[in-house]
């Protein structure tokens, strides 16, 4: 059994997908996440990462026939490219207690970091890597799966979408 929590999607989501109002399912450990005020953390055994780290392994045991509201299982490669772009943003240091982490209706897994509808992390780990739409002041960012550089990517990102908080 998974722990899974659905909510309506977010109208606001600049990522072009799921921006529709349907119904997505976000895990319950990550529902009531608080935001807490830093801006950096070390997130080495940290509650924000134990919460991910078992949202994903949820994630990837989630049973073949699975229908969260239109969303599927994953498939296995997605969530392989999940554990890695979570370790990207560890390592990048951003405060990630408020990150969200769902399935989505195409077998890929999505993450999402907003601070508002000018500065949000959005990415999506498919079996072609890991891609991105970031928005950081009103400037849009793409990460391209394909190009040899998203690890650097990723980081640069994040850290310029952390010193970017007010």
Known sequence: MT?????PADPLLRSGRGSNGTIRAIPR??????VRNR??????????????EKTLIDIGRLPEDFDGD????????????????AGYLRDSGLDLTDLM???????????SLRRDRNNEL???T?????????????????????????R??????????ASSRV
């Open 122 to 124: 959005s990415f999506e």
């Open 39 to 52: 801006e950096y953390s070390s997130m080495v055994r940290s509650k924000a990462w134990d919460r991910i």
């Open 70 to 85: 239109g969303a599927l299982k994953p498939f296995s490669q997605s969530v392989s490219n999940a554990f890695l772009l």
């Open 101 to 111: 982490i769902w399935p989505t209706d195409n077998g890929t897994v999505e993450f």
């Open 29 to 34: 450990s990550l529902a009531g996440a608080k």
């Open 3 to 7: 722990d899974l929590l659905t909510v």
């Open 152 to 161: 650097t990517e990723v980081m640069r990102l994040a850290h310029e979408y």
């Open 126 to 150: 498919g079996t072609d890597g890991i891609s991105g739409l970031i928005c950081l002041s009103g400037r849009e960012h793409w990460i391209d799966p394909r190009s040899g550089n998203v």
